[in-house]
């Protein structure tokens, strides 16, 4: 049961009402609850999606260039986001009927998935035998010429991807078999989890969906190789070791100001505004402790008073116990 809503009988409106109002909706708008499945947590950190973002930018660009040769049309490729999923997960989120590619990637075990939408595949395939390319393309499996016709393709985008990936892993993709339905795609265990690469594919004027999709437990050590500092050569330690010596040096040979005093006594105002020539003021500094050395008001050292000929001077007793004896 609803119940109407009130309106403010004056016409003007309340401004701390539109106010919240316009907070709640601008709030609504921007938080977006994201599901987290504990029994799953994610381990594709922030450097690894970074290493792996950088590789897949490039295989984007490098696969633009091949889908525009091949087609000899205005193709683009853009990265649409790397996620990490099941390979249950991935499988519902294609097309019942597609065209799927499994590839093998030695030395990394496991197989992995290059998803290309049967539309596209089938535009693909009447562009490269010279026919317009045109949207409305049927929806079957592909011939043994139409087969032939775009493994080269494929073929061609693999070797792009091996040379974008060269920096975290030196893959060796081949091509193991092609798969029209996704549930038939045994390529890891539905609880597997996978490495899922989602790429804007436009042909002409018309946008697709592709995607490939890689073994998570077995990328993951190179990506942790990848994200390990560069190991630092014995002319870099020789370097670091000088600069060090170098600033150790020049260090010891700033003059900074040194002040040797009593430790400080606290006066309340009105005996401070008292003092007149000649009054005698009692310090908190005893007769037996010796004086503080300190440079920017921090003590450093401890010293006793003391003369050189016929100047001032102060002899070192103590050094690293000030803070020690300040505190007391």
């Given at each position: ?12 409106a ?12 601008r ?11 504990f ?7 922030r450097?690894h ?6 590789g897949f ?9 091949v ?28 097309a ?42 049927p929806?079957r ?6 087969s032939?016709?775009?493994?080269g ?5 693999l070797?792009e991807?091996r ?9 060796d ?6 798969e ?8 890891a265990g ?7 690469v ?9 946008a ?12 993951l050590?190179?990506?942790?190789a990848?994200?390990a ?10 370097q670091?070791?000088?600069a ?23 006066v309340?105002?009105a ?19 010796p ?12 010293a006793?008073?003391g ?12 050094a690293?116990?000030a803070?020690t004896?300040?505190?007391?």
């Amino acid at each position: 049961m609803s119940l109407p809503t009130a309106l403010p009988s004056s016409p003007v409106a309340d401004p701390r009402r539109l106010g919240a109002t316009g907070r709640s909706r601008r709030r609504d708008g921007a938080a977006t609850a994201v599901p987290y499945d504990f029994r799953r947590p994610i381990q594709l950190s922030r450097e690894h999606l970074r290493i792996l973002q950088v590789g897949f930018d490039g295989f984007a660009r490098q696969a633009t260039t091949v889908f525009t040769s091949a087609l000899r049309s205005v193709c683009q490729v853009s990265l649409a986001g790397i996620d990490q999923r099941t390979y249950a997960e991935y499988v519902d989120s294609l097309a019942p009927t597609t065209y799927l590619t499994l590839f093998a990637l030695d030395p990394v075990p496991g197989r992995g998935v290059l998803d290309l939408p049967l539309n596209a595949v089938m535009s693909c395939v009447d562009h490269m035998l010279g026919g317009p390319g045109q949207a409305d393309q049927p929806q079957r499996p592909l011939t043994e010429i139409e087969s032939g016709v775009i493994a080269g393709l494929v073929e061609r985008l693999l070797a792009e991807m091996r040379y974008s990936l060269a920096a975290i892993v030196a893959l060796d993709p081949e091509v193991t078999g092609v798969e029209y339905s996704p549930q038939f795609a045994q390529v890891a265990g539905a609880a597997d989890v996978m490495v899922s690469v989602g790429l804007d594919l436009r042909i002409d004027e018309r946008a697709h969906r592709m995607s490939l999709c890689l073994p998570f437990g077995g990328l993951l050590p190179h990506l942790t190789a990848a994200a390990a500092p560069a190991p630092v050569s014995s002319r870099e330690r020789t370097q670091r070791a000088e600069a060090a010596a170098l600033l150790h040096e020049t260090f010891q040979e700033v003059p900074v100001d040194v002040a040797v005093r009593f430790r400080s006594t606290a006066v309340d105002p009105a005996t401070l505004s008292d003092l007149r020539p000649g009054d005698v003021l009692r310090l908190a500094h005893p007769a037996s402790a010796p004086l503080d050395v300190t440079v920017d008001e921090q003590a450093f050292a401890h010293a006793t008073a003391g003369t050189q000929g016929a100047r001032l001077a102060a002899l070192i007793v103590a050094a690293g116990a000030a803070h020690t004896q300040e505190n007391r």
